[in-house]
């Protein structure tokens, strides 16, 4: 029987294979670190702390201030993680706008943070084309690790925090929100102890107007 003709790269292959897997045995064993040259992935960013993730600031679309979760502390909030090239992100406004209507009076806030890898000025763009009354931020490159400091995983779009007045996370959602869903979060977020905002009054807060763009009070 004659040998296979490609018995020298079979050899060759064989040996590159047990090479990797030394260096996959040394990469695992106690004690080892991987080295440089083996591409592994690194350390996943380590999450913000609860204060660092309120404290966080976003400059304001629907504004031209920055704000921060902190600046809502006192109320029950529903944070909305979202992007312009998301479908259901979209879809899910229209609701989000008529419970902000239905329960600011009672302490509820909805809060908007685009995550859009563009520019500010094309979400901008995009809000003009519809009515928002709650306020809507632009996320940036710790937003992820805003997520993860509340015990939330940021994997899709779009993704909800529901906070209680104190600032602490009560639960989290992956994907749009059905009504009933969102009633459900509301009443939870609503019904937890918590030190209520300070009672101020506030001019009505803006509403961007569906053709035009300008501001509406």
């Known amino acids: 029987m004659q040998p296979p003709r490609h018995l020298p790269l079979i050899v060759l292959l064989l040996v590159a294979s047990g090479a990797a897997g030394f260096g996959v045995y ?43 979760l902190e600046d809502w502390r006192g109320k029950a909030m529903l944070v909305n993680f979202w992007a312009t090239w998301c479908a259901p992100c979209r879809a899910e406004i229209p609701l989000l706008v008529k419970l902000q209507a239905q329960y600011a009076a009672q302490g509820f806030q909805v809060v908007g943070i685009a995550t ?4 500010e000025k094309d979400v901008k763009t995009y809000l003009k084309s519809m009515v928002v009354n709650y306020p809507m931020l632009m996320g940036n490159e710790d937003v992820g690790r805003l997520v993860a400091g509340f015990g939330g995983n940021l994997i899709g779009l779009p993704y909800t925090l529901v906070l209680d007045r104190d600032g602490r996370v009560l639960k989290t959602h992956a994907g749009e929100l059905s009504p009933d869903e969102a009633q459900d979060l509301i009443r939870l977020a609503l019904s937890a102890p918590g030190t209520p905002a300070p009672a101020v009054t506030q001019p009505a807060p803006s509403v961007v107007s569906v053709k035009s763009g300008t501001a509406a009070k």
């Open 116 to 119: 859009d890898e563009t520019s």
């Open 26 to 68: 040394q990469w695992l064993a106690p004690g080892s670190t991987p080295p440089a040259s083996t591409g592994a992935m690194v350390p996943t960013e380590t999450p913000m702390t609860r204060d660092e993730a309120l404290g966080e600031k976003f400059d304001g679309l629907t504004d031209s201030a920055s704000h921060s």
